[in-house]
């Protein structure tokens, strides 16, 4: 599988968590913006199911960028309003070009 760079038409914003201290010995995380890219995105499947006595939809997608050193599946990307959670990161064709995320949008 592959993406043509026309595909690329999204401009994803790529964020990286931070933990900070809140004063009471606790922590909070928050998110730093790491870089703005092009991606392609392609929805994979969906699913909903019953938790905490509500229903919860979850999409998954398949996003593709150029490849970048230090994508991690602890970041996310960011697209407006919609957040987008990695949960593996492929090197397509382990040449070094174009990565591969699988995500999960967070849908409320």
């Not at 919860?56 to 996003?63: A, D, L, P």
């Not at 996310?76 to 990565?99: C, K, Q, S, T």
Request: contains cysteine; hydrophobic residues 45%; charged residues 30%.
């Amino acid at each position: 599988m592959s993406v043509a760079i026309g595909e690329m038409r999204h401009r994803l914003a790529l964020e990286a968590p931070l933990t900070e201290a809140d004063g009471g010995g606790g922590a909070k995380e928050t998110w730093a913006l790491v870089a703005e890219v092009w991606g392609a995105m392609r929805p994979i499947s969906g699913r909903e199911s019953v938790e905490a006595d509500g229903l919860r939809g979850r999409v998954s997608h398949e996003i593709w960028i150029r490849y970048r050193k230090g994508l991690v599946p602890e970041m996310r990307f960011v697209l407006g309003p919609r957040v987008f959670d990695i949960r593996a990161i492929i090197d397509a064709g382990e040449r070094r070009r174009f990565l591969r995320c699988l995500v999960e949008e967070r849908v409320l």
